[in-house]
């Protein structure tokens, strides 16, 4: 029930948190092109990519709150053993949060106030910068629980403690990279489909919404591109510190040399691979750069630290999102180069529409085997998830008290959303703040 409860609280926050790590920059990107070009478009985009964004952050910070007071109720022996460790990292994410709130407030409440426009762009860079760092030090704390460092083990404490070292364990750089440059490519995707949706919906504002597509399609490549490349990184960082994990993943039950990258498939009764698509000696490559390569089996380890099988179709179904994404995006923008090809057609639009719900799930698979491939462990060598787990008989209640919450936030952010984009289109908005250029808008 431990596990249920915060694998549910994890679920639904990091939608949120996805959206506070990339919306940002999306914003600052669409303001920034509007000042230079002079192209009122872009500042729209950038000012309804902010009201939403205030939403997506009020809701992220209580279902951010819910995950603190989580690890002490639910994980009351785990904060006994590695509070000290992870207190300086939780601190400074709830300073970079403030940071970026105070800015974001800044930069909600002067828009038009300077007749120098790159002003007030120049107070979106705080913000994106607080939403990153914010994201950085929260993965430190998860990649400590991976790969703890920075202290020494006496008598059953946590003594010695370097808090530095601690938030700069070995996994820390791999995951960074790999969450900043996922939440960016699910961002842009997500602002992707929304324009495709309202394209295909034929309602106004074509040329606004046009523009919006070119510019987060083109953001969706380039970050997939950046993302693919984490991913490689980590794939070897986990051949090296978790070769569980990897060997999980990817059901390699046996050390050998050239092993074979299996996609797919599932395992029949006697745990053996039927169904799979096997690419020769790419598990090699993929662990360690070298198609000969040996690639460490699960033989090699106690079968009660074996990560739980089925991560492998969570590894597979991030995986082909990621390379989906990267497709799209790619043949988007050669038809959009090759002038004679239409770009907007309803194939594609569908398609683009199809990867915003598809790289939020991209997101919650990545961490699902991010998290599962480290059971039975919640801090990797030292203690198992059943022994930082409450005893408390009152779990259950606490399950549906947070799954009600849930409901309630999740409920209020769709209708908040609805009020405040479907009740004033861009369109409107435009015809509103932009008479000069309402001829252009339906075009």
Request: include cysteine; charge should be negative.
């Amino acid at each position: 029930m431990s596990r249920l409860i915060t694998a549910m609280t994890l679920g639904f926050h990091i939608i949120f948190a996805t959206l506070g790590v990339g919306v940002p920059l999306f914003i600052s990107i669409a303001e920034f092109i509007g000042i230079k070009k002079k192209d009122e478009h872009y500042i729209l985009l950038a000012q309804r990519w902010a009201r939403g964004f205030v939403i997506t952050v009020a809701i992220g910070v209580v279902t951010g709150t819910a995950i603190g007071l989580q690890l002490s109720l639910v994980w009351p022996q785990f904060m006994q053993l590695a509070g000290n460790v992870i207190a300086l990292p939780l601190f400074m994410e709830v300073f970079a949060f403030f940071f970026e709130a105070i800015f974001l407030g800044i930069y909600l409440y002067t828009w038009d106030r300077f007749k120098n426009q790159y002003i007030h762009w120049l107070f979106s860079i705080p913000v994106l910068i607080g939403a990153g760092i914010s994201a950085v030090f929260i993965t430190t704390v998860n990649s400590f629980m991976n790969t703890p460092d920075g202290f020494l083990m006496q008598n059953g404490e946590f003594t010695a403690v370097n808090p530095i070292a601690a938030m700069l364990n070995p996994s820390t750089p791999t995951r960074v990279a790999h969450v900043l440059g996922g939440s960016y490519v699910t961002v842009a995707a997500i602002l992707a489909a929304i324009a495709a949706f309202a394209l295909l919906r034929k309602k106004g504002a074509k040329t606004y919404h046009k523009k919006a597509l070119k510019l987060t399609v083109i953001s969706m490549f380039i970050f997939s591109i950046l993302t693919a490349v984490a991913g490689d990184v980590s794939a070897k960082f986990l051949a090296t510190h978790q070769p569980e994990k990897l060997a999980a993943a990817e059901w390699h039950f046996e050390t050998e040399e050239n092993a074979d990258l299996i996609l797919f498939g599932w395992l029949n009764e006697d745990n053996e691979v039927v169904g799979e698509i096997r690419l020769p000696g790419f598990l090699s490559f993929l662990a360690h750069g070298n198609f000969m390569s040996e690639v460490t089996g699960l033989e090699e380890f106690p079968e009660n630290e074996h990560p739980p099988l089925w991560i492998h179709y969570m590894f597979d179904l991030m995986v082909t999102i990621g390379f989906f994404l990267l497709a799209i995006s790619f043949v988007y923008l050669l038809f959009t180069f090759i002038k004679k090809w239409n770009a907007n057609n309803k194939l594609f639009l569908w398609l683009i529409t199809l990867s915003g719900p598809l790289a939020m799930l991209a997101v919650e698979f990545g961490w699902i085997y991010a998290e599962e491939g480290r059971q039975p462990w919640i801090l990797r060598g030292y203690m198992t998830v059943e022994e930082a787990a409450t005893s408390s008989p009152y779990i259950t209640h606490m399950f549906f008290l947070f799954l009600l919450l849930y409901i309630v936030l999740g409920t209020l952010c769709v209708i908040t959303l609805r009020k405040l984009f479907k009740n004033n289109p861009a369109e409107v908005e435009l015809e509103k703040r932009y008479p000069v250029i309402e001829k252009g808008v339906s075009e």
